[in-house]
């Protein structure tokens, strides 16, 4: 989790003009008096206060709030991180309360002082519950919370994209019941706390209807069935993804919310359209309509962006056996290079979560067949169709157009943590562990391979022989460093360890070890110098034995041989030598997977079921007994 910035209301006033109230009137009540507060009795008056909004100010025919002490009555659930943390207190209507709560329907969430704790660190732990209910509801803009103490209540507004704002009342303050009134009658109407947009939700179903505007000063069109798959980073991008796996509305598959960079070099949409443009690509996840969602407080210097997206598909990590993952990962490499090559585009985000896999491949080329001619891995290894690919590559929102906005930074860091390239993160070229080291010879070319691609043999011939070199160079220190293909083929490389270090046969012989290795872990989990480090140990195939699950052998021995190439960086090679060109760390890397996933070489391994159940990854277990 984030770091959650906090800053205070000036006083009572300011926090009532952000309820949108500031001349609410408290209808007179003696029980509501200073004098009755405290701890121990809040939950009680908070309800009978809930029960006059709803009386006075909303229809009596409304549901009724209720606030509830968690510790011996429900839980939560559902929640879409699958967090199993809970509230001491929570706010929800009487219609929800059947069963335990599902994060969805939760209104306030809230945390009671403990002894034993500093005040300071857990009004921080009730901003995470703020945290998590951001998280759970896309439909709201601000979520409500609170912190009691002995001393007095604390009232919290976590604000998407901001951070959590503060107003903290003693119990005997006179202003506390008017305060409390007014909150609630935030919780019941939410006003601009909630985006209007969304127009409701299927509790049943979880399945919120989203009324969209494809264009400015277009109708408006409600789009049913949207259910929530992702949410991230609640006070930084706020970033939510909603899929309907039956879409009628412009093909509406996907929706994608997220605080974007006002001057942002591109727009995720328009990358998509440059993509698509003058035809589709394959494997390549299409642009539906794009809009700016009104937000009730600016977050500086970025705006909410709604994008429609027209297809989904499964996590990477869903992939059931290791050919069929390869066959995946050749495919994103010749994507890759397509993109760069004829849409002058990189994607500088390649990571578990962009990268999806898409079961029925082949009624899903037939249903919508592409214009651009590609060779996937289905098509080399016979196939009858070149074109047919598991691939949906998605989440463009870090990608750039090479040749437009020249005057924008290039040599920033993007990118996923485990995932994105070790020179990008440090914002530099990678200096090898050792002095000299060895530069592998261009790889040999299966037949399939030569056959459909004579033009990239030649670019990049199999005489061309391997080399020891000492670094630093002074030709490498001339160069201009800045995020490439290169780097998104690094990512492609850490996509493949991470499936190979995650997962085991369904069905595997029992042997002495399977579980992951703590230290491969860290390191893969660790900075840029750390997996600097495991690149350098796992290109030396003494080391392959902890790498992946034992019947998986023969996927350890194609990361060690793609981590060779890997250990120098193209940064230090002679302009000269074919291996410091930009495609051909992916031209290196569709060589040495081919054999791997093609018929005449496929093991029993490579075929061996890695799912628990259809679609989900069974995973192995972090070994902490050394």
């Not at 021995?557 to 760390?585: C, G, K, T």
Request: charge should be negative.
């Amino acid at each position: 989790m984030s770091y959650i910035e906090e800053k205070s209301f000036c006083d009572a006033n300011e926090f009532l003009v952000s309820l949108d109230l500031p001349n609410y009137q408290l209808p007179r009540r003696a029980a509501w008096s200073a004098e009755n507060w405290s701890d121990e009795n809040f939950i009680h008056l908070a309800n009978d206060i809930a029960k006059d909004v709803r009386n006075r100010v909303k229809n009596a025919n409304d549901h009724l709030l209720v606030f509830m002490d968690t510790e011996h009555n429900k839980t939560l659930k559902e929640h879409i991180t699958g967090t199993m943390c809970r509230p001491d207190i929570i706010a929800a209507f009487d219609c929800d309360l059947q069963g335990d709560i599902a994060w969805s329907c939760v209104r306030l969430v809230g945390e009671k002082a403990s002894a034993g704790g500093s005040s300071k660190d857990q009004v921080k732990h009730a901003n995470t519950y703020l945290y998590y209910l951001l998280l759970a509801r896309p439909d709201l803009h601000i979520a409500q919370g609170l912190f009691t103490s002995k001393s007095g209540i604390i009232f919290l507004l976590g604000i998407g994209g901001i951070g959590v704002q503060t107003l903290s009342v003693t119990w005997n303050d006179e202003t506390l019941p008017r305060l409390l009134h007014a909150f609630i009658y935030r919780l019941y109407d939410p006003a601009h706390f909630a985006d209007g947009t969304y127009i409701e939700m299927d509790k049943s179903s979880g399945a919120y209807t989203i009324c969209i505007t494809p264009s400015q000063g277009s109708v408006p069109m409600i789009c049913l069935g949207f259910c929530h798959i992702y949410a991230g980073n609640p006070f930084s991008t706020r970033t939510h993804v909603l899929s309907n796996a039956k879409p009628t509305v412009l093909a509406l598959a996907v929706i994608k919310e997220q605080l974007c960079q006002d001057r942002r070099r591109f727009d995720e949409l328009e990358i998509l359209q440059k993509v698509h443009q003058p035809v589709r690509v394959p494997g390549v996840v299409q642009g539906v309509y794009g809009e700016v969602v009104t937000t009730p407080q600016s977050v500086e210097g970025r705006c909410k962006r709604r994008l429609g997206l027209s297809e989904s598909g499964l996590p990477f990590t869903s992939i059931p056996t290791p050919r069929k993952m390869l066959e995946t990962l050749f495919d994103l490499l010749e994507v890759l290079r397509y993109l760069y090559s004829e849409r002058n585009v990189l994607h500088c985000d390649i990571s578990s979560g962009n990268v999806l896999y898409v079961e029925n491949s082949s009624s899903r080329t037939s249903l919508n067949p592409p214009s651009v001619l590609l060779h996937f891995a289905k098509g080399l290894l016979g196939g009858n169709n070149s074109q047919e690919t598991s691939l949906l590559l998605v989440d463009f929102d870090h990608a750039e157009h090479l040749y437009s906005k020249m005057d924008g930074d290039r040599t920033g860091r993007t990118g996923t943590r485990i995932f994105i390239a070790r020179a990008v993160e440090q914002g530099g070229p990678v200096k090898p562990t050792r002095t000299t080291n060895y530069v592998p010879e261009v790889p040999q070319s299966p037949e399939c391979y030569a056959l459909a691609h004579k033009d990239r043999i030649e670019k990049f011939p199999a005489q061309t022989e391997g080399y020891t070199i000492s670094l630093p160079t002074a030709v490498g220190q001339s160069q201009v460093w800045r995020h490439n293909l290169g780097h998104d083929a690094e990512s492609v490389f850490w996509l493949l360890v991470y499936w190979a270090v995650l997962v085991q046969p369904e069905r595997h012989p029992k042997v002495l070890k399977t579980d992951i290795d703590p230290i491969l872990w860290s390191s893969l989990l660790g900075n840029h110098k750390r997996r600097r480090g495991l690149i350098s140990t796992i290109s030396v195939e003494d080391w392959l034995t902890d790498l992946t699950h034992p019947e998986y052998q023969p996927l350890a021995e194609l990361i060690s041989q793609l981590a060779a190439f890997l250990v120098v960086d193209s940064y230090w090679l002679p302009v000269s030598d074919v291996r410091n060109q930009p495609e051909y760390l992916i031209e290196a890397f569709q060589l040495a997977a081919v054999p791997q996933s093609s018929v005449r070489s496929t093991t029993r391994q490579l075929e061996m079921d890695a799912a628990g159940r259809e679609g989900e990854v069974k995973r192995r277990r972090l070994d902490m007994d050394g």
